[in-house]
């Protein structure tokens, strides 16, 4: 069986690994880490969930350390700054990617690591900056603003990971990471992560790297095993609710995601569910960063029992208490319903996925079964049934799905407008 060790790990590294309760790697750790350490640039398509961000974590850390070991020592007048760059598209994805460095690096005496995120103040980060650093993680445009100020110097870098590299293209950052590649040295080597390496994300690889390799692991066609998977069609809103109300008072539920399309929807459904006595908060990029990371620690020290979160503010969240992810509101993208789910079922616990859908999202439905080649089970809830069939695929000639009567929905039809308040949108009751 393989281990750690048997990867060519420094001692240090595979120390922190076993402190946290590791034996054996996941299969997309032990084919990354000894062709990272080799030196190689690397193409790694993998699932959330598999353990990629120890992956690429591992293997910036053995870097600091030969370095260290080599005796060789930085000139004086030569660029200072990071040897590692990890760009990431959110700010709490560069948390959880923080906070693995930090803790595989636990043994690394006098590790240097900073995390450059946008929606705080820009003091500790330029103090963090102006030192010598071994690794720092960014988001590309936080790190832009510093560049732009000679405060960020980037010529000492011999690592760059890109992180989730097809979220940061859809997120628009693909300028950025042009201009800040064009700052680094050509003779790096780089490691991109993705979901998926089709279109745009595979042209920038090319782009950026040499002769890379390729790694495919747990692709998003791949079946979620620990993940049981449900979908329950939905007349309307009120309808919706009871669903997820019945859902959320089962006895099963750990903790739960409840995804929403949108800020406003995620404020206005976490206090509604606050006013029926559930321990929630929302998430989303709205929020200030101070407050984000009061909400995530309190879902990590289980002070939170139901988290309403939009897509992007839930990525990088990593709690393997996460029982249940409901799908309140329908992803824009099918490769996000593949990350919203990976939430749960983490760490080798069992996981339930649900998704309640309107008629109107069944054009999504099916995209999102086309890309993860995988049908969801439609399932119903005793007392809870819909009163109108399931939704059947098209038939010829005609633009809508068969069986849907009436006129097509206006975007938002049937949902409860949104009032402003000024009561939080979280409250805990005493457990």
Known sequence: MMSFENLGLHAALTRAVADAGYATPTAVQAQT??????????MVASATGSGKTAAFVLPALHRVLAERA???RREKGAPQGPRVLVLVPTRELALQVTKATVG?????????????????????QLKALRGPLDILIATPGRLMDHMGSG????????????DEADRMLDMGFIEDIHHIVQALPAARQTLMTSATFAGPVGHLASELMRQPQRIEVDSHTDAHADIEQRLHWVDDLAHKNALLDHILTERSVEQAVVFTSTQRDAD???????????????????MPQGRRNRVLEGLRRRQLRVLVATDVAA??????????????????????????????GRAGRAGLAVTLAERRDFGMIQRIQRFTTQRIPAATIAGLE??????????RGDS?????AGRPARPGAGHRPFKPHGRPAARQRPR
Do not use: C
């Open 33 to 42: 880490v000894p062709a990272a350490l080799q030196g190689a640039d690397l």
């Open 315 to 344: 990525r990088g969240i990593d709690v393997p208490t996460i029982s249940h992810v409901v799908n309140y509101g329908l992803p824009m993208k099918a490769e996000d319903y593949v990350h919203r789910i990976g939430r749960t």
């Open 386 to 395: 819909p009163r109108r069939n399931e939704p059947r695929p098209e038939r």
């Open 70 to 72: 080599s005796g060789r």
């Open 400 to 404: 809508r799905p068969a069986g849907f």
């Open 151 to 162: 405060k960020a110097v980037l010529g000492n870098v011999q690592l760059l990971v890109l």
């Open 104 to 124: 595989y690096g636990r043994h690394v005496q006098g590790l240097r690591v900073a995390s450059i995120v946008g929606g705080v103040p820009y003091g500790a």
């Open 268 to 286: 206005w459904l976490a206090e509604r569910l606050a006013e029926m006595g559930h321990a929630v908060a929302a998430l989303h990029g709205g």
